[in-house]
T-cell receptor, first 110, second 112 residues
Framework: QKEVEQNSGPLSVPEGAIASLNCTYSDRGSQSFFWYRQYSGKSPELIMFIYSNGDKEDGRFTAQLNKASQYVSLLIRDSQPSDSATYLCAIKTSYDKVIFGPGTSLSVIP | SQTIHQWPATLVQPVGSPLSLECTVEGTSNPNLYWYRQAAGRGLQLLFYSVGIGQISSEVPQNLSASRPQDRQFILSSKKLLLSDSGFYLC???????????FGDGTRLSIL
C-alpha cells in the first residue's frame, strides 16, 4: 500500500459545480495535512493545511479530515476554469517525514 | 516576509556535464530545506533535505549531491549528468515539519 494515494484523474467538473478531491494515507499516526495546487509548468503553491478532525474553510475551499478513516479531502465550491490544475496532497507522518501524493488533475469546463 | 529564490529557471545541459543549482531563502533563520525532482506528469520525489548548515540527508541514491554552505543556501550538484536527470527541480523550505513547505519557482532541466 502506498503511503499517500490520490486518484490521478482527470477529474472534470462544470463551472460553478463543487469539485471534490480525495486523499488517503496509510500511517495512522500522521499529524499534519496539506493541500497544494500546481498549475502546469509551475511550482506547487499552498492552498490549505489542517491538523484536527473535521472541516476547515477558507473562501471557496474546504479541507475535511477524518483520521479514523485515514482520509483528507479538499472541496472547491463554485469551481472556476482558473481552478484547473493538479492538486497535491501532502502528509506529515508519525516518523517526521512529509510525503506527497501523486496529485489529481482537475479540469473545470466552462 | 519570507521568500525563496531558485536559479536558473531553465537549463539545457549535455550528458556528462556538471550541474549546480542554487536555492536561497530570505527573511528567516535556520529553515529546513528540501530538494525535489518532478518528472513530466509525475509526483514529487524528495532528493535531499537539510535541517542545518552542513547537515544533508539523502533520500535516493543517485549521481546527485547537495550542500548547505550557509544557513539559507542550499545547492544541488552533479559531476556528470545523465539523461535520466532531466526534470523539474524544486527547492522548498519550512521552519517546522508540522508547518507547510513553501516552494521556489523551480528549475526546468533538460539533458541532451
Amino acid at each position: 500500500q502506498k503511503e499517500v494515494e490520490q486518484n490521478s484523474g482527470p477529474l472534470s467538473v462544470p463551472e460553478g459545480a463543487i469539485a471534490s478531491l480525495n486523499c488517503t494515507y496509510s500511517d495512522r499516526g500522521s499529524q499534519s495535512f496539506f493541500w497544494y495546487r500546481q498549475y502546469s509548468g509551475k511550482s506547487p503553491e499552498l492552498i490549505m493545511f489542517i491538523y484536527s478532525n473535521g472541516d476547515k474553510e477558507d473562501g471557496r475551499f474546504t479541507a475535511q479530515l477524518n483520521k479514523a478513516s485515514q482520509y483528507v479531502s479538499l472541496l472547491i465550491r463554485d469551481s472556476q476554469p482558473s481552478d484547473s490544475a493538479t492538486y497535491l496532497c501532502a502528509i506529515k507522518t508519525s516518523y517526521d517525514k512529509v510525503i506527497f501524493g501523486p496529485g489529481t488533475s482537475l479540469s473545470v469546463i466552462p | 516576509s519570507q521568500t525563496i529564490h531558485q536559479w536558473p529557471a531553465t537549463l539545457v545541459q549535455p550528458v556528462g556535464s556538471p550541474l549546480s543549482l542554487e536555492c536561497t531563502v530570505e527573511g528567516t533563520s535556520n529553515p529546513n530545506l528540501y530538494w525535489y525532482r518532478q518528472a513530466a506528469g509525475r509526483g514529487l520525489q524528495l532528493l535531499f533535505y537539510s535541517v542545518g548548515i552542513g547537515q544533508i540527508s539523502s533520500e535516493v541514491p543517485q549521481n546527485l549531491s547537495a550542500s548547505r554552505p550557509q544557513d539559507r543556501q542550499f545547492i544541488l550538484s552533479s559531476k556528470k549528468l545523465l539523461l535520466s536527470d532531466s526534470g523539474f527541480y524544486l527547492c522548498a523550505w519550512t521552519l517546522d515539519t508540522n508547518q507547510p513547505q513553501h516552494f521556489g519557482d523551480g528549475t526546468r532541466l533538460s539533458i541532451l
